[in-house]
């Protein structure tokens, strides 16, 4: 092209030889073996040819093949549950390329729950649903309550069962002692337990 004064002019855009497109340079990757020194195709295009190639070799090996999702500005797409989100709904994450976590909020609290269980417990969500449904969906201590949390041992880490908050916490304020919940149970029943002098200053509590 050429100006006013006789003096070309560099073109500020070219067509897409796949769309047919009229696009800004900005458009359109480097090459240094075209004229212009870019490629025939536009980035969109490109991109666009190596996902549908993508997509073929992942379907020729048996694999899963994921659908190219069209996300709306200021959204994302979380692979785990399979919803387009509002960035509200993801954790930062600074070292990530769009600055968000992979997965959802919601996502990443089942993932933590699931890792709690098995790196706390050595169970599965199955397992614990599993012991959940064998005592009928109620707490073991009180039979009443829905059970939410899983029991164990402090000394050997053995899983004793799942409680609800209440049983689990008193329990642990009585400090995981069989004798002292006997003895609360039958304080509550009206027997009171009382120490025994056995020297001066030194008591001794009944067996």
Not at 38 to 48: G, I, P, S, W
Request: glycine letters at 8%; a positive charge; one cysteine or more.
């Amino acid at each position: 092209m050429v100006g006013e004064e006789g003096v070309a002019e560099e073109p500020s855009a070219k067509p897409c030889r796949k769309c047919g497109r009229e696009l800004p340079l900005a458009a359109f990757a480097r090459d240094r073996n075209r004229r212009d020194g870019l490629q025939v195709d536009c980035r969109e295009c490109v991109a666009e040819y190596g996902a549908t190639h993508y997509r073929r070799r992942r379907a020729a090996l048996g694999k899963t093949v994921r659908e190219k999702v069209h996300v709306p500005e200021g959204h994302k797409f979380c692979r785990s549950c399979g919803e387009i989100k509002p960035h509200s709904e993801w954790h930062r994450n600074a070292t990530a390329s769009d600055g968000l976590s992979t997965r959802c909020k919601a996502c990443r609290a089942v993932r933590g729950r699931q890792d709690h269980l098995k790196r706390s417990y050595g169970l599965t969500e199955a397992e614990r649903d599993a012991m959940v449904a064998s005592q009928m969906g109620l707490c073991v201590i009180c039979l009443k309550a829905p059970p939410i949390h899983v029991d164990h041992c402090h000394k050997t880490g053995k899983v004793r069962g799942v409680l609800c908050f209440n049983c689990n916490s008193a329990i642990g304020k009585l400090g995981d002692d069989p004798d002292a919940v006997r003895r609360a149970a039958a304080y509550l029943e009206g027997n009171s337990w009382k120490p025994t002098l056995v020297a001066r200053g030194v008591y001794q509590l009944p067996s």
